[in-house]
């Protein structure tokens, strides 16, 4: 994946930076609660979403992660070398990752199976816990995958248009995406967003969802291609 991004100095934030579409002038990259990452508008007052960032070691990044950002990671690299695609609770306690945040951050031993367990099935939204086998895989990847063999979503790009809240969320993932992404969509990914960025949007301007139905609307040459392509084979 390859982005243009302007990096710019926080006005707010010393020693903070900002990171600026190069050719998207007021979209900056933006971290929005709990998990999601994309090119939004920059309000500085009122609202939960995060422009600002600070550079650090990343021998000190855990000191910004969450219990739950840490497993995850290690339960993804677990289960991507195991052939039964899910981590073993013997190897989460091993994985140096998981113990240097137990041992530095938490100040305490790495978890028991029973404390594991709990934390899983608290958890049940993103982690998938076989109690029997006393393994754990993340459920999204699941669905991923899922939804890849079926090609009807278009990728990580065609999950986040389906799971846009209204017509600006999907407008920011689409902003977002590179060109190859977008050519990707099938048909009915395709047309569902052109049909949603008809609806009402306040946060928006018609020449900016403009803008996003253009870079769509770019991509209907190379779908025709495809299905040529398809019906010619």
């Not at 690299?77 to 140096?96: F, N």
């Amino acid at each position: 994946k390859k982005a243009n991004l302007i990096t710019v100095a926080s006005p707010f934030s010393p020693g903070a930076f900002r990171f600026e579409g190069a050719y998207w002038p007021g979209r900056y990259l933006t971290y929005r609660p709990p998990s999601n990452l994309l090119m939004a508008k920059c309000v500085d007052d009122g609202g939960d979403d995060i422009v600002d960032f600070l550079l650090v070691d990343y021998s000190v990044a855990y000191k910004y992660m969450t219990t739950c950002e840490v497993l995850a990671g290690a339960v993804e690299t677990q289960c991507q070398a195991s052939s039964s695609g899910y981590a073993k609770l013997s190897d989460l306690r091993a994985d140096l990752n998981v113990r240097m945040y137990f041992q530095q951050m938490l100040g305490s031993t790495v978890w028991n199976n029973k404390d594991f367990e709990t934390f899983f099935e608290g958890h049940h939204e993103q982690f998938e816990f076989d109690q029997k086998r006393s393994r754990v895989k993340l459920r999204y990847k699941e669905a991923r995958k899922e939804s890849k063999s079926q090609d009807v979503s278009g990728g990580a790009l065609g999950v986040h248009l389906a799971a846009a809240e209204g017509p600006a969320e999907l407008a920011s993932a689409v902003l977002a995406a590179g060109s190859e992404d977008i050519e990707s969509l099938p048909a009915s990914a395709l047309t569902t967003a052109l049909s949603r960025l008809a609806e009402p949007c306040a946060s928006m301007g018609s020449s900016e969802l403009d803008v996003v139905r253009q870079r769509l609307l770019a991509a209907v040459p190379r779908l025709c291609d495809r299905a040529s392509g398809a019906a010619g084979g």
